[in-house]
């Protein structure tokens, strides 16, 4: 059972990328999944009227291993919007695949050798173009990063943060989802990556003169210019978010 303090608003991020991801834009009547949604239904709340402006047919099921959160949140139920009682397994209504599980905060209290065989389980359960989102976000939703996971692996990895008033982007290191947290240490491609993009931060200083988001813009086109595959759109760059594949930070010795 996780912590369960997710406060309101902490995961805006992650569901603004997800309300734009094609296996949510493509799914015929999106069922979504948030995994442990805390003491308070807030974040599954959240994330249903996110992904509903977007995609009105969209159905919310927030699962929690403890009866008595599941309980708590069931007063606030409403049409596309329901709470059960799991876990990984991810119980839902006739037993339908989800297109979508969004797992953020919930590995961090597992051990990184466990990770690969608890993404397999939950994306067993996807539907076939279905996705994984593992991640985490500090308490106030300004610094996050997650991984995209499909049923044939992990795919992307995505930092998201908040440009007004950041020092240097490294500040996600200290939140990496699970497979990653430990590995940002010399030699490791999440250190190779947070190394360059401090690095082209600081020689980017320049552009901070036009504000954080050009500051921001011209350090992600120096990543890429240095060979590292930008997968980020232009219009969400200017949101903070830098996706690259997961293949660019994978930690030595993983196996899916």
Known sequence: MTRGTT???RLRRVDRWLAAHPAFLRAEAPLVV???YGAAPWTAAELFDRLRRVRPDTRVVGIEIDPERVAAAEPHARPGLEFRLGGFELPLPDARSPDIVRALNV???YEEHEVPAIWHRMA???SPAGLLVDGTSNEVGRVA???GVTAAGPETFTVSLRLAGLERPSVVAERLP???IHRNVPGERIHALLADLDRFWLHSAGYAEFGPVQHWQETVARLAAAGWSVLTPPRRVRLG???VPWTEV???GFAW
């Open 107 to 109: 590995l961090r209290q």
């Open 250 to 252: 994978e930690p030595q």
């Open 7 to 9: 406060g309101t608003n």
């Open 145 to 147: 990063s997650w991984v």
């Open 178 to 180: 699970k497979a990653l």
């Open 241 to 243: 978010e830098l996706t």
């Open 124 to 126: 067993g359960r996807l």
């Open 34 to 36: 948030d995994l442990g």
